[in-house]
């Protein structure tokens, strides 16, 4: 499948009909590929289960430069990428996508396998391609569960602690937190020129987490902004260096919106009102529902 | 902060069309409620960013309440139908998060309702005296 | 030379902390180790087998936050209360040869004219007990910048040999601790179990891939512009996602902001780690020195391999722990930024 998607990336480089490629690029073990652009030969691409990174998040850097972008996406990325699309931050007619299969991305450390899959992986339903040019491999592309319902089950288990507990797992969750803000910089739809934690002109500005409170502040504002945008693509937990569950808020959000205004994909398509750019007259939940969950 | 009874500070956000003026009519018609109130007025009940809530709760604040048109009458048609999707998803996060749910509040005031804008207030800083202190959302910088 | 069987090291700890030492040692949780203070709850997860924790010692010298004063109006006049110097002395038990060096590149930073009173005070108090890398693994490159995995700096070296700990002091810090606690010691004289030790520690670090040598030799101070100019940082910073992970996690990184906080009734000023990866590092009232993200990747990398050598006698701020290599989430790394330099232009 490498082979093929590197003839097909060679070719179109070569006969004009892109400008760049963007792809993963071998590094210097096999296990850190890096997401990079090819300009003239594509010899050092390669696509493997470790190829974790979300490439639709670098077609932003690309909008505003000259001809066409080949990007190879991994069917959860093409959601990604539709989200970018609707929110007007990349176009279409920029890109040539070439959906490509996944058998799941492995979990390194140390460069080294751990045998596990990301956990997004574990509860995967995107197996489909939401968008693209051209399929290369796509039948590779496994079923882990039919049951759409099992990346909540963690969420259910928080949600059966009492308030205390909740707010002692979180505690201890957020107080790893280094504000590197890796989560905020992989996110796609995550894109703000300039983000309110960066924006000296407000004192809401925070390049460290001084108190509790800042890091409750800052994770709590990070998904909420996403929130009916996020497309689960996972790369908030994956760059986390201090290993924080941070999919477990965003995974929050999106099974509220379910279960409150109905079920809605982020990026499924291009067309449908997000759920928090949308309104319900007569059938929204108070928000008094909260308080009578008990 | 001095030692001694617990006095707790709430803040409304009150939208300008409605709720301010229930509150301005509870005012007028003498109708009392708790002096631990601080209004603050907005344009729309949908102008109250998370980021208000959690701000108040930094710095000091025991309780957030907002208060807006009823839906169906907002001044701008559909704010408070934001709102009420907003709202809802941020406090049912910081119930996940464990922070007490007693210290939110949503409600629609209109400008008629001074005697709801009261009991409301009357309930809702009872709510939070019982609390007591806010100490899961709070920032020991501004409290010292 | 001593020795202290790895069951005892709790009850070593123990003594330490009843006596008002801080003890800083290595502990799992979950997924991660990191140095953590030491108590009776996380004594059964003690990980000195793991190499590298998370977040370097850096933390306990040069604390992400530090609180520099308080200001206050009193009577029209502004009252400002400085916040105290560290006086309680601490231990950071199992640093790894690399960390004890970032240490050193940090001392030579803080410690030099004009002397940094918060930095100095801390680092008084502190005693590092290092451990040499039995396992060095993949990502390791200290060996390029003449790092000794096998004889370990610091206060007191430690090799950890079949479940017990050989100890040895190198200091007069390192021995004032060794005598406070030598009745929990028992003399040793196994001076070639550690020999054995460090050569096979030896054998495994020339075996990784990175140890064949990097072309450090490229980035001399002499050559500033030719590397500042290079055309090579475009391509290299393209992958750059601009968040501040390899910044947070060196052990030799170590630029911080001042900034103040306004908590309603006072003025606190404080300090906090900065990133030359994040748009407002350095920003002044001009605007900003670097405008895009491939200056702000080129000043990360000029300053480990170039501006702090010529400042330092030649030596790099990078002590080779391989801690960026292993979490940087778009797989850059130092160690490509070095390797993309070997052929000249």
């Not at chain 1, 069917?75 to 959906?99: H, M, V, W």
């Not at chain 3, 038990?93 to 801390?122: T, W």
């Amino acid at each position: 499948m490498q082979e093929l998607m590197k003839a097909k990336a060679q070719e179109m480089l070569s006969n004009g009909s892109v400008t760049r490629v963007l792809a993963w690029k071998k590094g210097d073990f096999e296990t850190n590929p890096e997401p990079a652009f090819f300009t003239k030969h594509v010899d050092d691409m390669v696509y493997n289960q470790y190829c974790a990174t979300n490439l639709s998040n670098f077609m932003v850097g690309v909008e505003k430069e000259e001809g066409k972008t080949l990007v190879f996406l991994k069917p959860c990325d093409t959601f990604s990428f539709n989200q970018l699309l609707k929110e007007n931050r990349i176009s279409r007619d920029k890109a040539y996508i070439i959906g490509v299969g996944c058998e799941g991305v492995k979990v390194i450390d140390e460069m080294q396998e751990t045998g596990a899959l990301l956990e997004k992986c574990n509860v995967c339903t995107k197996i489909k391609h939401m968008v693209y040019d051209e399929l290369i491999g796509e039948d590779v592309t496994r079923r882990v569960t039919d049951d759409p319902l099992t990346r909540f089950k963690d969420i259910e288990a928080i949600e059966k602690m009492d308030a205390g507990e909740r707010f002692a797992f979180w505690q201890g969750e957020f107080s790893k937190c280094i504000r590197c803000n890796a989560c905020r910089n992989a996110c796609p739809p995550c894109g703000c020129k300039k983000c309110v934690f960066d924006n000296d002109n407000y004192d809401t500005a925070q390049k460290a987490n001084v108190t509790t409170f800042e890091e409750q502040m800052f994770h709590i504002i990070r998904a909420y902004h996403v929130a009916g945008r996020c497309t689960d693509c996972g790369e908030c937990t994956r760059v986390c260096p201090q290993d924080i569950p941070l999919h477990l808020l965003n995974r929050k959000f999106i099974k509220d919106i379910n279960a409150l205004y109905g079920e809605f994909q982020a990026g499924a398509d291009i067309e449908t009102l997000g759920p928090l750019t949308d309104f319900n007259i007569d059938q929204d939940a108070e928000p008094s529902i909260v308080y009578d969950r008990g | 902060m001095s030692v001694g009874e617990f006095k707790p500070l709430v803040v409304a956000f009150c939208c300008n069309w409605c709720s301010y003026a229930g509150a301005d009519l509870a005012g007028t018609s003498r109708l009392q409620y708790p002096a631990e109130v601080k209004i603050i007025k907005v344009p729309c009940s949908c102008r109250v960013n998370p980021l208000f809530v959690l701000r108040a709760f930094q710095k000091g604040a025991d309780g957030v309440i907002i208060c807006g048109c009823h839906p169906g009458d907002c001044h701008y048609s559909t704010g408070n139908y934001y709102t009420r999707r907003r709202i809802t998803l941020l406090y049912s996060m910081l119930d996940y998060l464990g922070i007490e749910k007693g210290r939110t509040h949503l409600e629609w005031v209109s400008a008629a309702e001074g005697v709801k804008f009261a009991t409301v207030m009357n309930k809702f800083v009872e709510q939070v005296y019982e609390l007591g202190e806010n100490r899961r959302l709070e920032d020991w910088r501004c409290k010292s | 030379m001593y020795k202290i069987d790895k069951d005892n090291l709790p009850e070593l700890f123990k003594f330490l902390t009843k006596n008002g030492t801080d003890v800083f040692a290595p502990v799992r949780k979950g997924n991660q180790v990191n140095f953590e203070s030491f108590t009776d709850e996380v004594a059964s997860t003690l990980d000195l087998d793991t190499l590298k924790t998370v977040r370097s010692p850096k933390d306990f010298v040069l604390p992400q936050v530090e609180h520099l004063f308080d200001a206050t109006i009193e009577n029209k006049q502004i009252k400002l209360e400085t916040s105290p110097l560290a006086d309680k002395p601490y231990v950071i038990f199992g640093v790894r040869p690399c960390d004890v060096k970032g240490i050193e590149v940090l001392d030579n930073v803080y410690l030099k004219d004009p002397v940094d009173k918060f930095y100095q005070a801390r680092r008084a108090q502190g005693v590092i007990i290092s451990l040499a890398c039995t396992n060095p693994q993949q990502t390791c490159f200290c060996k390029s910048f003449n790092i000794d995995a096998a004889n370990p700096q610091g206060d007191i070296a430690i090799w950890l040999i079949n479940d017990s700990l050989n100890w040895k002091s190198l200091t007069d810090k390192g021995a004032n601790l060794t005598t406070q606690v030598k009745h929990l010691l028992q003399e040793s004289s196994d001076i070639d179990e550690v020999e054995a030790c460090q050569k096979d520690i030896q054998l495994k670090i020339d075996a990784l891939p990175y140890s064949r040598g990097l072309p450090l030799d490229k980035f001399t101070p002499d050559k500033l512009l030719e590397i500042f100019n290079d055309a090579r940082w475009d391509e290299l910073s393209k992958a750059c996602i601009a968040c501040g992970t390899c910044t947070f996690i060196c052990p030799t990184c170590q630029c911080y902001d001042v900034k103040d906080y306004d908590a309603g009734k006072k003025v606190k000023r404080y300090r906090c780690w900065d990133s030359c990866m994040y748009s407002d590092f350095t920003l002044m009232a001009h605007g900003n020195s670097r405008n895009t993200q491939k200056e702000r990747f080129r000043q990360r990398y000029m300053h480990k391999l170039v501006y702090h050598p010529d400042k330092h006698h030649g030596e790099f701020s990078c002590v080779g722990c391989g801690r960026c290599v292993n979490k940087c989430p778009s797989s850059l790394n130092i160690v490509k930024v070095i390797k993309s330099f070997e052929v000249d232009n």
